[in-house]
């Protein structure tokens, strides 16, 4: 078992390390499975080695809303929540590649935490940190006007040449599908950017 990842790896108790190894289990997922939906109540917390993993909100209008997206050394703070407070899981779970990990039960995750200061200051910091990430999510819903966030969100891609769906924009901010398309068209005309079926290319200066 490796956790050279993850943040807590190099101050984790030799009991502990121990602990995991003996108690966690491997699982390999293929792309867009689905770890658990909203609503579910989570027995297991998954440590995520390779991979992504999209966590978003569902609106009762069926809209979806990406929360934050699961990196390898990270550990899904709704997953967590769940688990730890017996409670439904405020999203959902999917991978957007195929993924590896280790499982650990919910009794477990709790005798870890008892027994590791350390892994307790992790999952108070994921806290922190998704709560921000929350915050930025939220300011940009409410403040920032559509073409802004949907050019923030293209910029941001490593590539001037962006493979990804409408449908898929609509998730990641939050807005109905047909706004984020009656956006980029408007974004087109401006020459901004070039829709192509599928794909999206940035008119960089």
Request: glycine share 4%; charged share 25%.
């Amino acid at each position: 078992m490796d956790l050279s990842i993850f943040p807590f790896c190099d101050t984790l108790e030799d009991e502990a390390v121990s602990f995991l190894k003996e108690r966690s289990r491997f699982v390999k997922l293929p792309k867009k499975q689905i770890l658990f939906m909203q609503g579910d109540f989570c027995d297991s917390v998954l440590f995520l080695i390779k991979g992504k993993v999209k966590l978003y909100l569902q609106t009762l209008d069926a809209e979806e809303i990406t929360l934050y997206v699961l990196t390898p050394g990270e550990q899904c703070i709704v997953n967590t929540a769940s688990l730890l407070s017996s409670s439904e899981a405020t999203g959902t779970a999917v991978a957007l590649e195929d993924i590896e990990g280790y499982m650990l039960a919910k009794n477990d995750v709790k005798k870890l935490i008892q027994m590791s200061p350390y892994y307790l200051e992790y999952i108070f910091s994921l806290y922190t940190l998704r709560m921000q990430d929350l915050a930025y999510l939220i300011e940009d819903i409410k403040f920032k006007r559509l073409d802004e966030r949907l050019m923030q969100y293209l910029l941001k891609q490593a590539t001037n040449l962006i493979f990804i769906t409408h449908e898929e924009l609509s998730s990641h901010l939050g807005s109905p599908r047909a706004v984020i398309s009656r956006t980029l068209k408007e974004l087109e005309k401006q020459k901004k950017l070039v829709l192509y079926r599928g794909s999206i290319k940035l008119l960089l200066d």
